[in-house]
């Protein structure tokens, strides 16, 4: 099957993933973030956001970029996630993936940034700044 090159942009902020107790209430910090998602489950509370907005004491993990993939995607399309994804796990680039409506963001660690961004070329997709 022969996969679909894609448009992506790099966002410039980097981003930190946290984890808080699942009836902590929003932390009012995290609404200034220009990149935000929210998942609370039974579980777990966690917060996608800008790196440089969490206070000491969270638990989290920074130094994640992300590649946003120009869309929007319909929802029936296939293989969308799978043409940038498969690149770079054959890179052995981990990631963390985020849907909203309309597209898809793939975040790679800081460190992986330029193995993750040549894979990308070489497999044909497009990646701006």
Known sequence: METTAYRLT??????AICQLEPDTPMPEWAWNSKFLTITRTPDEFSLLCD???VPAGFRSE?????????GPFEFTQIGVLASVLNPLA??????????TYDTDYVLVAEPDLPTALAALAAAGHQVSE
């Open 10 to 15: 790099l966002l410039p902020q980097p981003l």
């Open 51 to 53: 790196a440089n907005l």
């Open 62 to 70: 920074g130094g994640w970029r992300a590649l946003k993939m120009e």
């Open 90 to 99: 054959e890179a052995q680039v981990s990631i963390l993936s985020i849907a």
